[in-house]
């Protein structure tokens, strides 16, 4: 597969053309960025670990028969992936409260939720990505029908049930995570971007260290070390 012209630079990933129209290939990156690009920086490998991470996840949510864009991993930082519009919702799911959902609604941080709750979220940097309604959704049409935004919940929970036990089975507790979602070229609804610690929050079982992004946006250090971490568990390698 031929890399061709770069089509989109984002915070963590460069998106380029190929030789085949249907297909694109995403270049995962050292940088990393929080609080809506206010903090940045960037950590040697990191790139790597979010590719292999997602490549193993999308491999796993294929198994359990969910849709995703997910082609190949071409080499350390770049995968093969179909090529989608991207749905601007960005969908939250949350098993255990904290960050945002602590902050904006006192809920204890650390309190298992009673049920997962799914929100939906602006894919907008400009605006500082704020919470939608279904009722927003389809006033920005950000989809075209009430029954996209049902499916995107529905897709969202079944991620939630293949991922939170599989965790579970390596010792991290799944917190919370975002998901995005796109339409391929016949108009399916698939799972796109990445799955890693960029935008999962994991929670060690044992010891409740937090093995994710929040170690940057927190300032706590040893990022890489704990991507591998999270890694090498899901590879049965620890
Ligand atoms: P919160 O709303 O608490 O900040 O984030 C909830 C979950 O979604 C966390 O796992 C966080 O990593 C992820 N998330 C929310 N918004 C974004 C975003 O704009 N970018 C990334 N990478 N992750 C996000």
Redesign the pocket.
């Known amino acids: 597969m031929e890399k061709r012209e770069l089509l989109y630079e984002g915070?963590?990933k460069r998106l380029f053309l190929t030789d085949d129209e249907n297909l694109v290939i995403s270049e995962f990156k050292d940088d990393l960025t929080a609080f809506?690009g206010e903090k940045k920086s960037s950590e040697a490998g990191k790139g790597a670990l979010n590719n292999k991470i997602s490549t193993e996840l999308f491999k796993l949510l294929e198994a359990n028969g969910i849709p995703t864009h997910f082609v190949e991993m071409m080499d350390d930082n770049h995968m093969l992936h179909k090529k989608v519009d991207v749905i601007l919702i960005?969908v939250?799911?949350?098993n255990i409260a904290?960050?945002?959902?602590?902050?904006n609604l006192g809920i204890e941080d650390g309190k298992v939720l009673p049920f997962t709750l799914v929100?939906f979220?602006y894919?907008n940097?400009d605006l500082g990505?704020p919470k939608l309604n279904d009722q927003h959704c389809l006033i920005l049409e950000l989809v075209e029908h009430q029954d996209e935004l049902d499916k995107l919940r529905r897709m969202a929970r079944e991620v939630n049930d293949v991922l939170k036990p599989y965790f579970a089975k390596i010792g991290l507790n799944l917190?919370?995570?975002?998901l995005e979602f796109g339409k391929d070229s016949s108009g399916n609804i698939i799972l796109v971007d990445e799955i890693s610690?960029?935008?999962?929050?994991f929670w060690d079982i044992e010891s409740g260290e937090k093995m994710?992004?929040?170690r940057f946006r927190q300032g706590l250090g040893g990022l890489t070390v704990a991507y591998e971490q999270v890694l090498n568990r899901i590879l049965g390698k620890n």
């Open positions: 915070k963590a809506n960005e939250i799911v949350r904290t960050g945002s959902l602590s902050r929100e979220d894919k940097d990505d917190v919370d995570f975002k610690p960029d935008n999962c929050r994710d992004k929040d």
